[in-house]
């Protein structure tokens, strides 16, 4: 997950502070979390949004922030996820090219690698 270290001066974030919408600021960043580690692409489902322990209220001040814009079956999608987070298909093809490597590593020592392949 990428969060950009000026992010607290960011104009849509600042937006969040001066209305004291601090909890949708850490839901904002819960979301990038979750999307991150369940590979979502930036879709937060109504079911991960009650796991995350926020509520709509919380979700519909990023959409007024214009953070996140709503989906289908009342989920979230975070705006723009894609051209600032690595989507599933590049962590995928990234996990498989380092086990590739990894692999690789241990055959020129010698050694049996852990794939189950070799």
């Not at 975070?78 to 996990?95: A, D, H, M």
Request: charged fraction near 25%; aromatic fraction near 8%; proline fraction near 2%.
């Amino acid at each position: 997950m990428r969060l950009d270290t000026n992010i607290w001066s960011h104009d849509k974030t600042a937006e969040l502070f001066a209305g004291r919408r601090h909890k949708a600021f850490a839901l904002w960043v819960c979301g990038l979390a979750y999307a991150a580690g369940h590979a979502t692409d930036g879709l937060i489902s109504r079911h991960a949004l009650a796991t995350l322990k926020f509520s709509r209220k919380d979700a519909d001040q990023l959409v007024e922030a214009r953070m996140w814009d709503h989906a289908a079956d009342g989920a979230y999608q975070i705006r723009n996820y894609s051209e600032r987070q690595p989507v599933k298909l590049e962590v995928e093809l990234q996990n498989l090219t380092n086990r590739m490597n990894i692999c690789s590593r241990w055959m020129k020592e010698g050694k049996p690698c852990s794939c189950g392949q070799h």
